[in-house]
């Protein structure tokens, strides 16, 4: 996957530069060095450390990246993250890319650890979705993990995820994972087979035909704890659908798996912090 992140570095200079960054290049000498500092500003989990380098080494690899806080580190107000020294011109023209991934990732990273610490003394881990922001949903997805999340999956290819809109153009629930099965027998795929199930009538019918995860879409609590007495252990169990902060805790107390939640990508604000002159 670095290639997509290489693209990505790429594209978003070439968007944000264009033919020059004019407002540097008319006031900064070419030859000027100095140093800049990357200032917390707001508390939370910091991510996007190791993006940051590569920002820096594709604009300019004479950059120097002096590191003192790692991604996955608790940061408050006052804290400095690291040091870039070079040329000024460079550091310039680096500083609102590196700022927009940092703060995008740290963001994600701070309320996902919210997420995780909120499901502590449970078995049930939280998962991300593919609401992610489309060409970032590498990074989007690395901040998860750095805030202690899981991925659910990346994207189309490396998990087979049976919705509701796939069971019913397939002709139902067995016709669906038999098709899938058989694919993936034809293609040579190891992959794991996910079922969205809205009722209990689905749920038996994915019990029966045999699936490696079933998603319980819409469930309420009190059918979330029957539905994980009835699975008793033979597959594993998500929530999703309508999860809230506030009611997280008690699908997590159900006994369930994992539980998704889009919105640990698609509406989290960025962490505060800047990129200032030292």
Same mark, same amino acid.
């Given at each position: 996957?670095?290639?997509?992140?290489?693209?990505?570095?790429?594209?978003?200079?070439?968007?944000?530069?264009?033919?020059?960054?004019?407002?540097?290049?008319?006031?900064?000498?070419?030859?000027?060095?100095?140093?800049?500092? !990357?200032?917390?500003?707001?508390?939370?989990?910091?991510?996007?450390?190791?993006?940051?380098?590569?920002?820096?080494? #594709?604009?300019? *690899?004479? !950059?120097?990246?002096?590191?003192?806080?790692?991604?996955?580190?608790?940061?408050? *107000?006052?804290?400095? #993250?690291?040091?870039?020294?070079?040329?000024?011109?460079?550091?310039?023209?680096?500083?609102?890319?590196?700022?927009?991934?940092?703060?995008?990732?740290?963001?994600?990273? @701070?309320? @996902?650890?919210?997420?995780?610490?909120?499901l502590e003394g449970t078995k049930t881990r939280v998962l991300d979705t593919r609401k992610t922001t489309p060409g970032l949903r590498m990074l989007e997805k690395a901040a998860v993990k750095i805030g202690g999340g899981v991925n659910h999956r990346i994207g189309l290819f490396d998990m087979i995820l049976l919705k509701d809109n796939h069971v019913d153009f397939a002709g139902g629930i067995e016709k669906a994972v038999t098709k899938a099965k058989e694919y993936c027998k034809a293609k040579g795929k190891d992959l794991k087979i996910e079922l969205e199930v809205r009722n209990?009538?689905?749920?038996?019918? #994915?019990?029966?035909?045999?699936?490696?995860?079933?998603?319980?879409?819409?469930?309420?609590?009190?059918?979330?704890?029957?539905?994980?007495? !009835?699975?008793?252990?033979?597959?594993?169990?998500?929530?999703?659908?309508?999860?809230?902060?506030?009611?997280?805790?008690?699908?997590?107390?159900?006994?369930?798996?994992?539980?998704?939640?889009?919105?640990?990508?698609?509406?989290?604000?960025?962490?505060?912090?800047?990129?200032?002159?030292?």
């Open positions: 996957m670095n290639n997509l992140i290489d693209d990505l570095i790429k594209l978003a200079f070439s968007e944000d530069i264009g033919d020059g960054d004019h407002t540097t290049l008319s006031c900064i000498p070419a030859d000027a060095m100095g140093k800049s500092k !990357l200032l917390i500003k707001e508390e939370g989990i910091l991510a996007g450390v190791e993006m940051a380098k590569q920002v820096f080494a #594709a604009f300019d *690899p004479t !950059l120097e990246m002096e590191i003192f806080i790692e991604d996955g580190a608790h940061v408050k *107000p006052g804290d400095v #993250a690291f040091i870039v020294s070079g040329k000024i011109q460079s550091l310039l023209q680096t500083e609102r890319l590196m700022l927009n991934i940092m703060q995008r990732m740290s963001g994600i990273a @701070t309320v @996902t650890n919210k997420y995780v610490k909120a209990f009538d689905e749920l038996n019918q #994915a019990l029966a035909v045999g699936v490696d995860r079933v998603m319980l879409d819409n469930f309420t609590p009190a059918d979330t704890r029957k539905a994980v007495e !009835l699975i008793d252990g033979r597959v594993e169990t998500e929530s999703s659908g309508g999860i809230t902060f506030a009611t997280l805790r008690d699908y997590a107390e159900c006994g369930v798996d994992f539980i998704s939640v889009g919105a640990l990508t698609h509406s989290v604000k960025g962490l505060d912090m800047s990129f200032k002159a030292c």
